[in-house]
């Protein structure tokens, strides 16, 4: 099964407004990253946070890690147009060596100008 | 190159035949991943390579899957006698030893008829 899973599946909101999007996990991490990707494009690193931080900012991008819940938060703030993409958890556990990075299902943000 | 290379960027073959995905990494960057991603979905874990060391080989489906590594840089993933359910993205992703962010190349769409 999927090591991280994303919440909502889809969320479509109006140019502006702020998205959340959520990523809960099952086993004990080293750090959770999150990635995003473009309509038939690869995959693009957004941010990283490690597992012994709880909260990370980088440009109008702000993410969450609680590790007592295994979940993580991604927050996009003044959304834009060109934010329209799917966004993927992904987390190395450390049960597993932590080498392989594995990726949830993501959620398809569009944003609507 | 600046980045992650993929060729091909698409493959139709038959049901059958057998098709080579390949990878060039980002120069340097002794770690390589394979990930599947079927349309719309999350992305499956097939092989990693980590410089010399053994390739964590979890995530290959069947038999019909192999990926070799030659010289620690350009990597080719096999499937042989390729079938409908193969269909997919095949994603390349490279990274330094160390360091989690991947790097991720633009993807080889296959089409099994």
């Known amino acids: 099964s999927q090591q991280g899973e994303e919440d909502p599946q889809a969320l479509s909101i109006q140019e502006g407004e702020n998205a959340t999007m959520n990523c809960s996990y099952k086993?004990?991490?080293?750090?959770l990253q999150w990635y995003r990707q473009n309509s038939g494009r690869g995959l693009v690193h957004l941010i990283l946070?490690?597992?012994?931080?709880r909260e990370k900012h980088s440009g109008r991008l702000r993410v969450t890690l609680d590790t007592s819940k295994k979940s993580s938060s991604l927050l996009i703030t003044a959304s834009r147009a060109a934010d329209t993409a799917s966004y993927f958890c992904?987390?190395?556990?450390?049960?597993?060596?932590?080498?392989?990075?594995?990726f949830g299902q993501g959620t398809r943000l569009t944003i609507n100008p | 190159g600046a980045g992650v290379s993929q060729s091909p960027s698409n493959k139709v073959t038959e049901k059958g035949k057998d098709v080579e995905l390949r990878c060039d990494p980002i120069?340097?960057?002794?770690?390589l991943y394979w990930y599947r991603q079927s349309l719309g979905q999350g992305l499956e874990f097939l092989i990693y390579f980590q410089g010399n060391s053994a390739p964590d080989k979890s995530g290959l489906p069947s038999d019909r899957f192999s990926a070799e590594r030659t010289g620690g840089s350009v990597s080719t993933l096999t499937i042989q006698r390729t079938q409908q359910e193969d269909s997919a993205v095949y994603l390349c992703?490279?990274?330094?030893?160390?360091?989690?962010?991947?790097?991720f190349g633009e993807g080889s769409r296959l089409t099994v008829l």
């Open positions: 992703a490279s990274s330094l030893v160390g360091v989690r962010e991947l790097f």
């Open positions: 946070i490690r597992s012994n931080e």
């Open positions: 086993t004990s991490i080293n750090n």
């Open positions: 120069s340097g960057h002794t770690a």
């Open positions: 992904a987390t190395d556990a450390i049960e597993t060596g932590a080498q392989k990075l594995v």
